[in-house]
């Protein structure tokens, strides 16, 4: 008789024990009223910045993976006149932009350094040959640079436009073109109606000339 006691002191507090961990689960899980959270797709409604390596201090980095923003207008500060333009021209001369007023102008602020601007100069050449009758004309305004490089520059692509020297950069700071190359599409009325940073096709070329050649039909 004195051997059962113990077996069913055993046996009730095994039941105990499993009733309370019965009890905790239930109180601790989660509610079953309140819908549950599913990870959202990165891009996807819904879902956050992905944050990723902490700054010091903890504070989440967010990931900048991906293509930079766009600039906005107030960049280009299109809608506004376009500031003076006037510089030494590569094998004579000068260019003043006053001078082209009533014709849709393309100006190209570039380096003979530079990939992207090397690229661009045939599309340009181009688009300078096939618009002439529309009036339009090229403008590229190299900077910081000798005129011997920028002619021999000019002389390799075949430029067919007018080639500009900003010497001391002073252009460059007033047309705010700090990355290079840089586009500015300026209408006859000399007010800039388009602009774009370097390293373009002639999709995007093309759509800066429909806002200065308006009623032209313009082609990339």
Same mark, same amino acid.
Request: net charge negative; charged share 15%.
């Given at each position: 008789?004195?051997?059962?006691v113990?077996?069913?002191? #055993?046996?009730?507090?095994?039941? %105990? /024990?499993?009733?309370? !961990?019965?009890?905790?689960?239930?109180? $601790?899980?989660?509610?079953p *009223?309140?819908?549950?959270a599913?990870?959202s797709?990165?891009?996807?409604?819904?879902?956050?910045?992905?944050?990723?390596?902490?700054?010091?201090?903890g504070t989440?980095?967010?990931?900048?993976?991906?293509?930079?923003?766009t600039?906005?207008?107030?960049?280009?500060?299109? #809608?506004e006149?376009?500031?003076a %333009? /006037?510089l030494?021209? !590569?094998?004579?001369?000068?260019?003043? $932009?006053?001078a082209l007023? *009533?014709?849709?102008?393309?100006v190209?602020?570039?380096?003979?350094?530079?990939?992207?601007c090397?690229?661009?100069?045939?599309?340009?050449?181009?688009?300078a040959?096939?618009?002439?009758?529309?009036g339009?004309?090229?403008l590229?305004?190299?900077?910081?640079?000798?005129? #011997?490089?920028?002619?021999?520059?000019?002389?390799?692509?075949?430029a067919?436009?007018?080639?500009?020297?900003?010497?001391?950069?002073?252009?460059?700071?007033?047309?705010?073109?700090?990355?290079?190359?840089?586009?500015?599409?300026?209408d006859?009325?000399?007010?800039?109606r388009?602009?774009?940073?370097?390293?373009?096709?002639?999709?995007?070329m093309?759509?800066?000339?429909?806002?200065?050649?308006?009623?032209?039909?313009?082609?990339?």
């Amino acid at each position: 008789m004195e051997s059962r006691v113990p077996i069913a002191t #055993g046996l009730i507090s095994g039941v %105990l /024990v499993a009733v309370l !961990v019965i009890v905790a689960i239930v109180a $601790l899980g989660p509610d079953p *009223g309140v819908p549950r959270a599913t990870p959202s797709a990165p891009g996807s409604p819904g879902s956050s910045v992905a944050a990723s390596p902490t700054a010091a201090g903890g504070t989440a980095v967010p990931s900048t993976s991906g293509t930079a923003p766009t600039p906005g207008e107030e960049a280009f500060h299109i #809608g506004e006149p376009a500031p003076a %333009l /006037v510089l030494p021209r !590569v094998g004579g001369g000068t260019i003043d $932009l006053a001078a082209l007023r *009533g014709k849709p102008v393309w100006v190209n602020f570039m380096g003979t350094y530079c990939p992207p601007c090397r690229d661009e100069f045939p599309v340009m050449n181009g688009f300078a040959a096939r618009y002439a009758e529309a009036g339009l004309q090229v403008l590229a305004i190299a900077v910081r640079e000798d005129e #011997g490089t920028v002619a021999a520059f000019a002389q390799e692509l075949n430029a067919t436009f007018p080639m500009g020297l900003d010497l001391d950069g002073s252009a460059q700071r007033t047309w705010e073109a700090v990355v290079l190359p840089v586009h500015f599409w300026i209408d006859a009325e000399g007010i800039i109606r388009d602009g774009a940073l370097g390293g373009i096709g002639p999709d995007i070329m093309a759509a800066g000339l429909r806002k200065i050649m308006p009623g032209v039909d313009v082609t990339p």
